[in-house]
Nanobody
Framework: VQLQASGGGLVQPGESLRLSCAASKMTHTLEYMGWHRQAPGKQRELVAEIDNLGNIQYADSVKGRFEITRNGSKNAVDLHMNNLKPDDTAVFYC?????????????WGLGTLVTVSS
């Protein structure tokens, strides 16, 4: 399975950005798909995650500003980020995890940099 992410870039505070991630070479519907981020000098943290039933969780710091959506049939997920703040500056990573029978999986995409600066 390969996770291909896109959409990072440089934006000003208050602006919006959308990140997209699609999984290839996977016929099984991935159980959980989400986004994590790692800011300079900080640990990687969960930003948002959605399961194949549509259940969603967000980090407290992004609630009300970010929205995660999923196209389950295509194993693709988008992160719509609004009202971006300088503290949102980080490398964002797409993640897919779950279990299929006895096989547990946990895939990561290459990071995409989001910079929020005036």
């Amino acid at each position: 399975v390969q996770l291909q992410a896109s959409g990072g870039g440089l934006v000003q505070p208050g602006e919006s950005l959308r990140l997209s991630c699609a999984a290839s070479k996977m016929t099984h519907t991935l159980e959980y798909m989400g986004w994590h981020r790692q800011a300079p000098g900080k640990q990687r943290e969960l930003v948002a995650e959605i399961d194949n039933l549509g259940n969603i969780q967000y980090a407290d710091s992004v609630k009300g500003r970010f929205e995660i959506t999923r196209n389950g049939s295509k194993n693709a997920v988008d992160l719509h980020m609004n009202n971006l703040k300088p503290d949102d500056t980080a490398v964002f990573y797409c993640n897919a995890r779950g279990q299929l029978n006895s096989w547990k999986y946990d895939f990561w995409g290459l990071g995409t940099l989001v910079t929020v600066s005036s």
